[in-house]
T-cell receptor, first 112, second 116 residues
Framework: NAGVTQTPKFRILKIGQSMTLQCTQD?????MYWYRQDPGMGLKLIYY???????DKGEVPNGYNVSRSTTEDFPLRLLSAAPSQTSVYFC???????????FGQGTRLTVV | AQKVTQAQTEISVVEKEDVTLDCVYE???????LFWYKQPPSGELVFLIR??????QNEISGRYSWNFQKSTSSFNFTITASQVVDSAVYFC?????????????FGTGTSLTVIP
């Protein structure tokens, strides 16, 4: 099984550009999450989803948008890139909170 | 509200020393789950262990052991005879029961450096 797949692995954006980070999981997990990890810092929750068609904001949602049209996919959209969005982005999924979350490999995004 | 605190930001030990990483959590849930993850320098997040709130048995896996104490809301992680490969950032996390919205709360991580 592939688990959680994120694309791209690296990206450089110019200020004001938009982009979509893709995330797909093949484990039929209900829950999916997007986190960002700033250098030397912990994980901050951007958005999460409890199932197809249901999303909710996390701790740091400003400047981002998500959708969950299928169980498998949970793309994260950056609306207008800012230097403060330079970070490593992780997508994760879990069956429920009582089971561990599986993480993608991360996307390293730099905004210049 | 749910919260996970890892008060140790950075720890350095000399190889073969034992080291304990602290994790304190807050929750009003009666059923919850605790996790430890390892993030090596390569950046991926690796799941290490899960404990249920109703199972306070300590666990040992090779050089790793975990001490769960509900009375002090702590879930500490000990590495015995540390090795350079243990150098990583370690995250503690709290998981909630279903239908409670966000399922995971992560601590800020402890960066462990093992000096050869």
């Amino acid at each position: 099984n592939a688990g959680v797949t994120q694309t791209p692995k690296f990206r450089i954006l110019k200020i004001g550009q938009s982009m979509t980070l893709q995330c797909t999981q093949d484990m039929n997990h209900n829950y999916m999450y997007w986190y960002r990890q700033d250098p030397g810092m912990g994980l901050k929750l951007i958005y999460y989803s409890v199932g197809a068609g249901i999303t909710d904001k996390g701790e740091v949602p400003n400047g981002y948008n998500v959708s969950r049209s299928t169980t498998e996919d949970f793309p994260l959209r950056l609306l207008s890139a800012a230097p403060s969005q330079t970070s490593v982005y992780f997508c994760a999924s879990s069956y429920l909170g009582r089971t561990e979350a599986f993480f993608g490999q991360g996307t390293r995004l730099t905004v210049v | 509200a749910q919260k996970v605190t890892q008060a140790q930001t950075e720890i350095s030990v000399v190889e073969k020393e034992d080291v304990t990483l602290d994790c304190v959590y807050e929750t009003r849930d009666t059923t919850y789950y605790l996790f430890w993850y390892k993030q090596p320098p390569s950046g991926e997040l690796v799941f290490l262990i899960r404990r249920n709130s109703f199972d306070e048995q300590n666990e040992i896996s090779g050089r790793y052991s975990w001490n769960f104490q509900k009375s002090t809301s702590s879930f500490n992680f000990t590495i015995t005879a540390s090795q350079v490969v243990d150098s990583a950032v370690y995250f503690c996390a709290l998981g909630r029961r279903p239908n409670t919205g966000n399922q995971f709360y992560f601590g800020t991580g402890t960066s462990l450096t093992v000096i050869p």
